[in-house]
């Protein structure tokens, strides 16, 4: 067990740091405007390639760095440092998810045109996956594509969307065999935004935003060739990436509320509010507890399904953080933006149980897949 | 970079230790408790009180990250704190004992100070030393100097006595937090028995037809048990390591670990009794046994507060 850098991981430290140091924009992301929230996102991805730190996870036959993990671990932890912009911007699906399903099921015409493009912040990406009749269960999505000469034609609707309005491509799930159902005879298919037939309405959520968006299909043609994998293999092709890396993955969010609890913990000091220190010191432990349970899903080596206990648990300990920070404001936290807009990040911290698999699916899975309990018994 | 992994010869190691303890620590034994002085005699013989000495002075020179493994390994078996005390005696109690103490032909036992005055001694038995924890410091007292009488103990497999100590310690060192770094392990370990014990007989237990655990209320209380307890054995590995290192956040990672292992163990124990539901309640059920040591293990970490303020004023 070690704890400290190796000579060779504080070099690698020194460059990173020094690099951010000179590189993370000094102003925030913009709040609330869609438009320029892009213009920042891609700016810094542009930045990041043109400094060759383009991504330090793909291999460099994809054109990253493909560095080592503890080197990966790093890089993430003086982005946290450097207060660099939130790992979840308008490339996240792009970088977390398409980018590594086309690097682990996508031909080489596929990988060739489309990564770059994401590295170098050429493309923005967003999800097709759930819709109305299909969001826990995604399984009994009926978003159909049918084939028409060398064309799927596709009909249907998503929903959950994120950033729909922005993307230029879409990760998308369609069922692709008439008859099938469940699992069966869905294909992944990458999907151009900018195609003839597509209608994207954003939805109000609760915080004020309206980043994510309901998709509507009307007979929207896409080349066979956009089909990523097998033909019928979609669902596969769709969760080959879920075991990426998972504990890693949680890093990002981990380093950030020990961050924001190191935070509150002062602005409760300088209250005096006791009561609010005590609950602030079991959520540090808590959140210091998530980084060693990163660790510990790295040193045991199975990443997948394990990784998904961090993700659990930060989810929870965000809402409850954010929660203490609007009993620590008191009267104040009427204010959705007071103290840096904690009210505000309470509003959307709800989603974190929700977005992306809710909890309780997530616990399904835990309990199933990690520690050994039967599955539900299909009704009669 | 952190690096919670094991080399080939410590996991190998702190796998005998599981198996040694599978086979030397059935839970079975609780019924008729006898102050683990089999289980004693036992560990000792296979070099557990001096896990931490060097090889050329009769150790097993494991580094603080595998014993702390292996202690992780004895809370799942609910082996007695004493145990704990007899290995801080051995590696840094009054010196001319500890070659006793490592060789397993002197024992040693917790005092906890009740706050007005008395001390309670837990599972003293033959024990030679009594270790008390405070804070930092550990004191070691001659066990001759305690005078007390039997309680009805909260948890019955630790014979529990009130009374008091009428003499200064012995010796005293600063190695508390290595003390309490073994009882967050002992604890994140009864967490993970209590889960253990839990998904097991959610497995077989069959309601309607099917597996309780098949249920998602049931299910999912299950894993949140296997999750804290996950994660109160990861946090105390990392303290472990960091104390190891001396590293900064050395002892921020301790208070971490103390109060997830406590956590997790307070939770788990009694989600296994729930879990077992009417069974939950008997006598004859196991589950009881992990919440009861829980708590007593809890005392002997004192006051959460004092961990707790290191979390508030640390960076």
Redesign the interface.
């Known amino acids: ?6 000579g060779e ?1 504080t070099l690698f430290r020194e460059e990173a740091r020094a690099w951010l140091a000179d590189n993370v924009p000094r102003d925030p992301r913009p709040a609330h405007n869609l438009a320029a929230q892009r213009a920042y996102d891609v700016a810094w991805r542009r930045r990041q390639f043109d400094g060759g730190w383009g991504h330090v996870a793909w291999p460099a036959d994809f054109g990253g760095r493909g560095l080592p993990l ?2 990966q ?2 890089w993430m932890e003086e982005l946290a440092r450097a207060d660099a912009p939130d790992h979840i911007d308008m490339f996240f699906v792009a970088l977390q998810h398409a980018g590594p399903t086309l690097m682990a099921c996508g031909n080489p015409q596929q990988q060739g045109f489309h990564l770059p493009r994401i590295l170098r912040g050429d493309a923005i990406w967003c999800q097709g996956f759930s819709e109305p009749g299909a969001g826990s269960d995604l399984a009994a999505l009926r978003t159909r594509g049918d084939i028409d000469g060398d064309h799927l034609v596709i009909n249907g609707q998503k929903i959950w969307t994120s950033f729909g309005g922005f993307a230029d491509h879409q990760e998308l799930l369609v069922r692709t065999d008439p008859g099938s159902s469940r699992h069966q005879g869905i294909s992944f298919v990458i999907c151009d935004m900018q195609s003839p037939g597509i209608t994207i309405r954003p939805i109000g959520n609760l915080a004020g935003d309206d980043d994510f968006c309901e998709v509507f299909y009307d007979n929207v043609r896409i080349p066979l060739t956009n089909i990523v994998g097998e033909p019928g293999a979609g669902w596969q092709v769709a969760m080959s990436t879920l075991g990426f890396e998972r504990g890693a993955a949680s890093i990002p969010g981990v380093l950030e509320i020990n961050r924001a609890i ?1 935070d509150l ?1 002062e602005e409760a ?1 300088a209250r005096r509010d006791d009561g609010a ?2 609950a ?3 959520a ?3 959140a ?6 990163v ?2 899903v ?3 080596g199975r990443g997948g399904s394990e990784g998904s ?1 961090v993700r ?2 930060l989810s929870e300990l965000a809402q409850h953080v954010s929660g203490l920070a609007m009993d620590l404001l008191g009267p104040v936290a009427l204010d959705r933006s007071a103290l840096g807009g904690w009210p505000r990040r309470h509003l959307i911290d709800l989603k974190h149980t929700i977005a992306g698999g809710t909890s ?1 699916i997530q ?2 899975i ?3 897949r ?8 299909k009704r009669k | 970079m952190i690096d919670l992994s094991l080399d080939d010869e410590a996991r190998e190691i702190v796998t005998a230790a599981a198996e040694l303890l599978a086979k030397a620590a059935p839970i079975e034994r609780l019924r008729h408790p006898d102050g683990e002085l089999a289980l004693s005699g036992v560990l000792a013989e296979w070099g557990w009180f001096a896990m931490g000495a060097a090889a050329d002075e009769g150790g097993l020179g494991l580094g603080m990250g595998a014993q702390v493994s292996a202690w992780v390994e004895a809370g799942r078996r609910l082996a007695s704190p004493s145990l704990v005390a007899t290995a801080l005696a051995a590696c840094c109690g009054p010196v001319g004992l500890r070659p006793a103490m490592q060789a397993g032909s002197a024992r040693a036992a917790f005092a906890i100070a009740d706050g007005a005055g008395s001390v309670f001694a837990l599972d003293r038995s033959d024990a030679a030393i009594l270790v008390r924890l405070d804070g930092k410091l550990l004191h070691f007292h001659q066990a001759a100097d305690f005078t007390g009488t039997l309680v009805e103990p909260f948890d019955e497999t630790v014979p529990t006595e009130l009374g008091r100590l009428d003499a200064p310690p012995l010796f005293s060192n600063t190695e508390g937090d290595r003390a309490a770094l073994l009882i967050a392990a002992l604890l994140a370990g009864n967490a993970d028995g209590a889960a253990t014990l839990a998904i097991d007989y959610a497995c077989v237990r069959e309601q309607f037809g099917q597996p309780i655990g098949s249920f998602q209320a049931v299910k999912h209380r299950c894993v949140d048990m296997g999750v804290a307890a996950f994660a109160a054995q990861a946090q105390v590995l990392l303290a472990a390591a960091t104390l190891a290192e001396d590293a900064p956040g050395a002892q921020l990672e301790l208070a971490a670990a103390v109060m997830q292992s406590r956590r997790a163990a307070r939770a788990n124990g009694q989600g296994a009794i729930q879990v077992h539901g009417g069974m939950g309640f008997t006598a004859e059920c196991h589950a009881h046994r992990f919440f009861k040591r829980a708590h007593v293990l809890m005392r002997l970490l004192g006051d959460e507060e004092r961990y707790a303020m290191r979390l508030l004023t640390t960076n």
């Open positions: 067990m070690r704890i400290a850098d190796t991981e503890a080197q671990l790093i190191m913990i000091r220190l005590m602030l010191a079991a540090r432990a808590e210091l507890s998530l980084r060693a349970m660790h510990l790295i040193a045991r206990m659990l648990r309780e616990r399904n835990l309990g199933e990690v520690f050994g309990l039967p599955k539900e018994a």
